[in-house]
């Protein structure tokens, strides 16, 4: 029997309230729809409930690499009677943008549990070494607009720093803390995060994270918030580091 997609009520909840927000602080400034791409439906039960409370101009087009969740997704968009708000391509989604022209705002929940290889109770979890692989991918893709979730113990100062270094401002986010899941508290994945943490580039508690919605643009850097961001990312710590440090002082630079 094929195992459901992976979903999670409440880190979904919060993906879902993020997208709704930028949607609607995109028609309360421009008072036009926004065209999304979404990197990674999952079972689309989130962008459902998203765009059944939005206006009927804004569609997303979803890639999905997973053939299970790429169906499960495709029956809860029937469901929804969505399908012509919601377009779905089984695809790898940086095979299937290569070479054209990227346009609109890329949206998505990436995954980020780091470890030292992809041999986790979820591989499709996996964000690489550091948790950031797959979203710093995103952000080379060089979209106008993203929005993606972070999370803190997944180098999040080392995000913040490749996003500016590829143009992006940091023009919204929103942080809530999580506390540590069947997923995060595998003690393959517990145990890179303590070592990340050690290294300064995971932020934790005993027993929560904070999961960032984070909103970049590429219109200019004058609202740029990524040092505000990056304080509190830092506050969110055991022991708590002091605020006179540069919170960019130590961040990766590898290639993707």
């Not at 059944?52 to 053939?67: A, L, N, P």
Request: net charge negative; aromatic share 10%; hydrophobic share 40%.
């Amino acid at each position: 029997m094929t195992a459901l997609p992976f979903y999670d009520a409440e880190e979904s909840e919060f993906y879902g309230m993020c997208v709704e927000d930028l949607i609607r602080r995109r028609l309360r400034s421009h008072g036009s729809a926004l065209k999304l791409v979404e990197l990674g439906v999952g079972t689309a039960k989130t962008i459902c409930g998203v765009l059944r409370r939005v206006s009927s101009s804004i569609h997303v087009h979803g890639f999905e690499i997973d053939e299970a969740s790429y169906r499960n997704a495709s029956s809860n968009i029937l469901d929804h009677a969505l399908e012509d708000r919601y377009r779905l391509t089984h695809a790898d989604f940086f095979e299937a943008m290569d070479g054209l022209a990227p346009s609109g705002c890329l949206i998505s929940n990436p995954p980020y549990l780091p470890a030292l290889d992809a041999d986790i109770r979820l591989p499709h979890l996996w964000g690489g070494e550091q948790g950031d692989h797959i979203s710093r991918r995103a952000i080379s893709m060089g979209f106008p607009q993203v929005l993606l979730m972070l999370s803190s113990f997944a180098n999040p100062l080392g995000m913040l720093r490749w996003a500016r270094a590829h143009g992006y401002a940091l023009v919204h986010w929103v942080a809530r803390p999580i506390e540590f899941g069947d997923y995060s508290n595998e003690p393959k994945v517990r145990q890179r995060i303590s070592e990340l943490a050690a290294m300064g580039y995971s932020f934790i508690t005993d027993d929560s994270y904070l999961l960032i919605g984070a909103t970049w643009s590429r219109d200019g850097f004058s609202g740029d918030r990524s040092l505000e961001l990056a304080r509190l990312i830092r506050s969110h710590s055991r022991p708590a580091l002091p605020d006179d440090v540069d919170p960019f002082a130590s961040l990766v630079h590898e290639e993707v």
